[in-house]
T-cell receptor, first 113, second 118 residues
Framework: KNQVEQSPQSLIILEGKNCTLQ??????????LRWYKQDTGRGPVSLTI?????NTKSNGRYTATLDADTKQSSLHITASQLSDSASYIC????????????FGGGTRLMVKP | DVKVTQSSRYLVKRTGEKVFLECVQD?????MFWYRQDPGLGLRLIYF???????EKGDIPEGYSVSREKKERFSLILESASTNQTSMYLC?????????????????FGSGTRLTVV
């Protein structure tokens, strides 16, 4: 069964601190893995997209890693800001068309001042 | 930037009403999708369309239908709204990587419509 599991489910950190969110998947075939940020009441916004051959990709203070052998990905947030408070969703695509996606349940991050 | 616009942020409808949720994208994307998002269940695919007048069922199509008369517009229809259809509905679009243009793995979501059925 195709599954994407994220941990932790929720996380509270102090502003300025770093954190790492985890995503484990059992999806086959694998096309790419995406991390999205979703603010409360809004639609998800793409942070990174990683294909099979990519190990690390950065987008500002966000750095995603992918280990295709162990089927694990992480999203590292550096020097957190209050605006980082959101849900972070890991999504694995089965094909390039984007119509076969498996979503993780998300990690809800709260950054406190 | 690609824009996916959903016509309503919040909707309140009565049980049994026919409900239309509209979604428009401005980047000539072939693929469009409707998801619902519920706490603890994540995002679940209702229907998707890969071309005008084409549609495919997703994981939870029961109680819904869709319409794609124009490439830029994808409508979700609740034929007879029920309280268990109270949810956040998200529309998304993506470019077909087989279209011969630049390979693009992007998948853009709208801001969502929070529907409450009473």
């Amino acid at each position: 069964k195709n599954q994407v599991e994220q941990s932790p489910q929720s996380l509270i950190i102090l502003e300025g601190k770093n954190c790492t969110l985890q995503c484990n998947y059992t999806v086959s075939p694998f096309s790419n893995l995406r991390w999205y940020k979703q603010d409360t009441g809004r639609g998800p916004v793409s942070l990174t997209i990683m294909t099979f051959s990519e190990n690390t990709k950065s987008n500002g203070r966000y750095t995603a890693t992918l280990d295709a052998d162990t089927k694990q990905s992480s999203l590292h947030i550096t020097a957190s800001q209050l605006s980082d408070s959101a849900s972070y969703i890991c999504v694995v695509s089965h094909n390039n068309a984007g119509n076969m996606l498996t979503f993780g349940g998300g990690t809800r991050l709260m950054v406190k001042p | 930037d690609v824009k996916v616009t959903q016509s309503s942020r919040y909707l309140v409808k009565r049980t049994g009403e026919k409900v239309f949720l509209e979604c428009v994208q401005d980047m000539d994307h072939e693929n469009m999708f409707w998801y619902r998002q519920d706490p603890g269940l994540g995002l679940r695919l209702i229907y998707f369309s890969y071309d005008v007048k084409m549609k495919e069922k997703g994981d939870i199509p029961e109680g819904y239908s869709v319409s794609r008369e124009k490439k830029e517009r994808f409508s979700l229809i609740l034929e007879s709204a029920s309280t268990n259809q109270t949810s956040m509905y998200l529309c998304a679009s993506s470019l077909d990587p087989d279209s011969g243009t630049t390979i693009y793995y992007g998948y853009t979501f709208g801001s969502g419509t929070r529907l409450t059925v009473v």
